[in-house]
């Protein structure tokens, strides 16, 4: 369900643009770890036809989930991991990554002011400017900050994120399990270039909601 004169390649040119440009999405719905698993590793890319940085921070049990997201059950020398909260640590250490991986940095669940450092400090310590798009960010302790901090922290945390990855022509991804009518995902929404819906039928779906342009696609398949 395009805007009024929309057409697909419209609405594939905004993409091109947010790639382009820098982006902040926010992933949400009511689906299996396994699906959000699936969206992230798109996401953050998967360095065969361009390179990429990939930052990911991983809150309590998600770490099993980071075969899938990281592709071919590996990590590479590119990509960074941050842990946040209770569990974290052990998650992403029973995950099956090759080659098996050492957290960065492990924050304490409660301190939003430490997580943001953590990712901040990540993206600084690299050498030179990064291309449009090598930069890839992927979030998914969203509800771990909520849970432990309140809304406003979260939201002062996700905007500094989300902002630091633009200025890098970056793009990062927020997941925040919950339906798209979800009183916080109205809170956090206008942080984002987008609102990436997910849900589970024959297969994993995607619908895209872009705040700027006033559009939301059509539901696809997640592999198209």
């Not at 959000?36 to 309590?60: I, T």
């Not at 209770?86 to 090759?98: E, L, M």
């Not at 291309?131 to 500094?160: C, H, K, M, Y």
Request: contains cysteine; hydrophobic residues 40%; proline residues 4%.
């Amino acid at each position: 369900m395009y805007g009024a004169g929309r057409t697909d390649a419209d609405f594939e040119g905004v993409l091109e643009r947010l790639k382009e440009e820098g982006s902040s999405l926010l992933v949400v719905g009511d689906v299996p770890g396994e699906a959000y698993a699936r969206a992230s590793c798109r996401m953050l890319g998967d360095g065969e036809h361009a390179p990429r940085q990939r930052v990911l921070v991983v809150g309590g049990g998600a770490g099993a989930t980071l075969p899938a997201r990281c592709g071919e059950s590996r990590c590479g020398d590119s990509d960074t991991v941050i842990t946040h909260g209770t569990n974290a640590r052990s998650a992403v250490a029973d995950a099956g990554v090759t080659p098996a991986i050492t957290p960065q940095t492990h924050v304490a669940a409660g301190d939003a002011n430490a997580l943001g450092r953590a990712v901040l400090d990540t993206i600084a310590s690299s050498d030179g400017e990064f291309a449009a798009g090598e930069l890839r960010v992927g979030v998914d302790t969203v509800q771990t900050l909520i849970d432990a901090v309140g809304e406003f922290p979260t939201f002062q945390t996700v905007d500094l994120l989300s902002e630091c990855v633009r200025r890098e022509r970056g793009m990062a991804h927020f997941h925040l399990p919950k339906p798209r009518d979800d009183r916080h995902v109205r809170l956090l929404e206008p942080l984002f270039d987008a609102v990436v819906e997910l849900r589970v039928t024959d297969g994993v779906e995607q619908r895209w909601s872009l705040r700027d342009e006033d559009v939301v696609s059509e539901w696809v398949a997640l592999d198209d």
